[in-house]
């Protein structure tokens, strides 16, 4: 991230490689080891960004020699990675590869492990420098953690560090929440335990720091006297997939609301930060969640559907209930959307809209800044019927950019004022693809980097928002009903209709 002259004199244009180290991955058999970990690993290797002796370790109950596991990240690389593949990379990064079988209970696998490293930093010149990395369902933290503290992994020399990256979900309401990160805090320090939200890793997301801080234009505008609300959309055409195990019980806000939208919430209300460091980053973003509010009617301003049969990408597709793995009586939310405030002098009587879904028209996730009416239109009523609120909105996927809408005369003899849009777009400004999310945050767990990762507080606060929510819905029952390919439930609609506002058709 942008860092500011004064406090860091590093120069931020000259490569940020990682030095000397390891990561070891427990879980490797998951999807996200698979589609996200490996293949990001191999583009930073790809790109010069990993250390020449880097190494990973696969941890997983499969009888595998270590040709197996390389051919397992050979084919996941084959399939997912963003940069093209090259040989002599691969052959290189392959060198470092070893495979440790068993399971999380067993101690003699975890003497192996903690063998292989130490065979590591001797012949790849890791230097004790390891990333554990749990991309593994978070009952077995605990066990995990435990073990590699009894055995020894996770003391490391003068000068040297361990580390754990661990996913979300962190925890399903509060109260776990708390307790998951006890159960780590007890074996690593605070400043060792790198909690992954990939879409801190999005280059669009980073872009709204930026956009706001770097620039003159926006900020005067960016408060309640002339924005009208805020409305943050992610939206997904894909139903759940494999994931059932996954997903059922789970559902939309604790999958992606608690975290993905609601740090997205944070960087778009938050207050300039004296730097972009880790500690006055968090601290703004602390003050946005700890000023957010409910609404006192949550039937009234909140909305949750489950995706009935329909159409995707003119496919006829299954309805939740329908899906494999999925309890036919499942009251499971596939679509939430819900409305918050932010009782600060900036944002008071701005609401935030976040809404997020499956099997929806398409996949977007934007960031839709509203603003109000101009003061007074001195046209003909005629003139602006078809003109609406101007707004910014920022493109987080696909086809990432910003877009500004406002309103300009259609060229004629007469007034007449229609909405136009103004659009930048990465792919015309810049020639460098942008790096996947997992590939900026691996990096910057193996350099230590933290800003980029959500703090506990952060995670806990948000927990606070949503639980009122998730238990006023655990008492309602079912989910509202919506067709696959449509945008939601119309109880969705009706929430904004309440309000006087409608949602954006992306
Ligand atoms: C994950 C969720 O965090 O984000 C998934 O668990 C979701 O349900 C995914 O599909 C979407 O990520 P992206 O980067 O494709 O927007």
């Known amino acids: 991230m942008v860092g500011n002259p004064l406090r860091d004199p590093q120069d931020r244009r000259l490569p940020r490689i990682a030095g000397p180290c390891g990561m070891v991955l427990f879980g490797v058999t998951g999807d996200l080891s698979r589609k996200k970990v490996m293949p990001a690993i191999y583009d930073l290797a790809n790109r010069g960004l990993l250390p020449p002796g880097f190494s990973l370790v696969g941890f997983a109950r499969r009888d595998w020699a270590h040709q197996d596991f390389a051919q397992i990240v050979h084919d996941s690389v084959r399939q997912h990675a963003r940069t093209e593949f090259r040989e002599e990379v691969w052959q290189q990064l392959a060198e470092g590869f070893r495979f440790v079988p068993g399971d999380f209970s067993d101690d003699l696998a975890f003497e192996g492990l903690r063998r292989t ?138 999958d992606v609301i608690q975290n993905h939208l609601m740090q997205l919430m944070a960087l778009v209300a938050m207050e300039e930060p004296p730097s972009f460091d880790a500690e006055n980053l968090r601290q703004e973003k602390l003050k946005v969640l700890s000023s957010v509010s409910l609404p006192n ?77 101009a003061p007074h239109l001195p046209f003909a009523k005629a003139a602006t019927e078809d003109l609406t609120q101007n707004a910014f909105v920022i493109r987080v996927q696909p086809d990432e950019g910003l877009t500004v809408r406002f309103g300009s005369k259609v060229p004629g003899t007469a007034m007449e004022i229609r909405d136009v849009s103004m659009d930048f777009a990465y792919g015309g400004s810049f020639t460098e693809a942008s790096p996947e999310a997992y590939e900026r945050l691996i990096l910057d767990v193996l350099l230590g980097d933290p800003p980029l990762f959500p703090r506990h507080e952060e995670v806990e606060l948000s927990w606070r928002i949503l639980d009122p929510i998730l238990n006023h819905w655990a008492r309602k029952g079912r989910p509202d009903a919506y067709e696959s390919g449509t945008w939601g439930p119309h109880s969705a609609d009706l929430m904004l209709a309440r309000d006087g506002r409608t949602w954006r058709r992306p």
Do not use: C
């Not at 609300?229 to 494999?242: F, R």
């Not at 009586?329 to 935030?352: C, H, K, M, Y």
């Open 117 to 254: 490293i130490e065979e590591l930093d001797v012949v790849r010149g890791t230097g004790g420098n390891h990333a554990f990395y749990l991309s593994i369902p978070p009952r077995f933290f605990g066990e995990v953690v435990q073990q590699l503290q009894e055995h020894g992994l996770v003391d490391h020399r003068e000068g040297s560090w361990r580390r754990v990256v661990v996913e979300k979900p962190f925890g399903h309401d509060l109260e776990s929440a708390r307790e998951l990160n006890d159960i780590i805090g007890q074996v690593f320090p605070s400043g060792s335990v790198f909690r992954i939200d990939h879409y801190l890793g999005k280059e669009t997301v980073q872009n709204i720091l930026a956009m706001r801080f770097a620039n003159a234009m926006f900020e005067p505008l960016w408060n309640a006297n002339y924005v009208d609300h805020v409305q943050i959309t992610m939206a997904e055409d894909i139903g759940i997939g494999g994931r059932a195990g996954y997903y059922d019980g789970i559902g939309a806000a604790r």
């Open 297 to 373: 009617r949550l039937d009234l301003h909140t909305a949750r559907g489950q995706y009935a049969p329909g159409w995707a990408g003119g496919i006829k597709v299954p309805g939740y209930l329908e899906e494999d793995g999925i309890p036919r009586t499942s009251t499971t939310e596939t679509f939430a959307a819900i409305r918050l405030d932010i009782d600060n002098r900036r944002w008071a009587g701005v609401p935030f809209y976040l809404r997020a879904g499956k099997r929806l028209g398409r996949r977007v996730t934007e960031v839709a800044v509203v603003f109000k009416g």
